[in-house]
């Protein structure tokens, strides 16, 4: 996995609340067997028209956020389906990091496996950086995952809480599967007992 | 000991190992499979030199984007992705020896129906699925939700989880329900108390008088929607009910092991002083049949009310509000019962088992779909539908003016040809109003199997106790 220490990049505002996953990617796109190329079909039904041109207004549309690494949103992000094609069509189209007040369990860790960072902040500093990314490209947003922060270009510094071991993972890059299989020694003790007690299962 | 939840005793039973930060492993007893969410995952064990660890725990079924058409054996009804997805879960489940339903079984359908009703799924199990309606198995006192495709192929890989424990909220409906009130209104009406991220972190119990009445399918439509709740699992305490349920069943312990496995079983519940994070208390008596106005589930209302405006919110749901209405095409202040609809889809793993096409029937006998409306039902599995040919239900839609289709997720997600068209709107029994979730520009109205087939005979959504 792709490592995520630090980042500084064009913030682009979303200030909608419940975006769930059929918006960030619709299910016409899932029927893919690979993890890559979902870039284009971001927010697929939000970005084009019914004939397939792009909607102007749509914000990653307009040529000040094309290049949007960081993305600002609304309360409970990535509700909805537990699709991971919606993180591999954010990181395809190039998003790195997520800012809301609050996200949906599972698009959460979803994130992390794929090396995007999501970061929850209280309503008022989300509102801040909604107005910072509105300035557009005259405005880089910086996230350093290291320290926990996510600072502006004002120099306004807001700390972040993110679980210790996602941190690790996401800073080193580490494929988690690898690490569970170094504690095969505990998996097979415990299925031992388990075989045990519940020889049912 | 101290006192324990019922989501703390499953838990505990199943923790493989424990970092100091307090990162589990938690072991997973079952493992459910479909074709949109996995082929990445077995493209990974492939690229790594892995195996399936307990190919005998994971089970794999296509649905989601299987025709439902009854020429669906006729490959040309599939598109090439599609196919190909399908073909893929094929291969895989040959390659790596799990036990698989392929579209040609009569007991093919949608994952989490068949997973019950093979008996696969018991209490104290934890079960999980890359589809978030896994919760839907929690109805058994199983600990059981929605993972992505990474997640897939670590528990392909290592049968387990790598897990930090959530937050226990109890959801408790009291007293009775009333006549026409179904399960689908109690799991709807508590999301529309609690909104769709009332539950995030929370592994929610369902419990109370309501709760106990209901029957095996309807705590399944009622866990299945715990995550439009926000909560990736929901929870209801395995009864005498429950037992019965699985007695039998292809997959469940027979003899001595079903001995052992009940006394195991009657220990699950919460015990009486334990600890909750948070508590929801809603009468029976006050859920009224309700449908959903908006885009959001948590845009939930009695049938008797109005269109709301975005004005009757605050906060951010005042632009999401209106961005429903808008994408909704009602106007405030209508009322609900005058709503007129095109379509009318009765299945999905909410509500696509007997009971709910039995309850559709019980309003469609002797009736006619109103001209002009597009009818369609969807049974959860094969099984499903064998058995409601049998009990004569079928006849009763086909004389309707139903079409009556073979399993699959259909018209939930409209992956397969079943979708709506810009503007179409649908009474719908699956369990999201998502902006184009049932097709592109599509406008789904959920509710309950029975509100839905009064909707399908006067044409508009209808009060079902006006037809009772
Ligand atoms: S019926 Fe709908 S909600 Fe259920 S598994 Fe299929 S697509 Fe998902």
Redesign the pocket.
Known sequence: MEKFEKLSGIAAPMPMINIDTDMIIPKQFLKTIKRSGLGVNLFDEMRYDDDGKEIPDFVLNKPQYRETQILIAGDNFGCGSSREHAPWAIKDFGIRCVIAPSFADIFYNNCFKNGILPIALPQEQVDILMKEAEKGANARVEVDLEAQTVSTSDGEVFAFEVDAFKKHCLLEGLDDIGLTMEKAASIDAFEAKATQARPWV | MSPKTLYDKIWDAHVAHEADDGTCLLYIDRHLVHEVTSPQAFEGLRMTNRTVRAPDKTIAVP??NVPTTLDRANAATMTEDSRIQVEALDKNAKDFGIHYYPVSDVRQG???IVGPEQGWTLPGMTVVCG?S?TATHGAFGALAHGIGTSEVEHVLATQTLIQRKGKNMKVEITGKLRPGVTAKDITLSVIGVTGTAGGTGYVIEYCGEAIRDLSMEGRMTVCNMAIEGGARAGLIAPDEKTFEYCMGRPHAPKGAQWEAALAWWKTLYSDDDAHWDKVVTLKGEDIAPVVTWGTSPEDVLPITANVPSASDFTGGKVDAAQRSLDYMGLTPGTPLSEVEIDTVFIG???N?RIEDLRAAAAILKGKKVKDGIRAMIVPGSGLVRAQAEEEGLADIFKEAGFEWRLAG?SM??AMNPDQLSPGERCAAT???NFEGRQGRGGRTHLMSPAMAAAAAITGKLTDVREMM
């Open positions: 649905d989601h949608i994952v989490h589809d309606h999905s793993c909410t696509g997720c939930c997600l699956s369990n999201r």
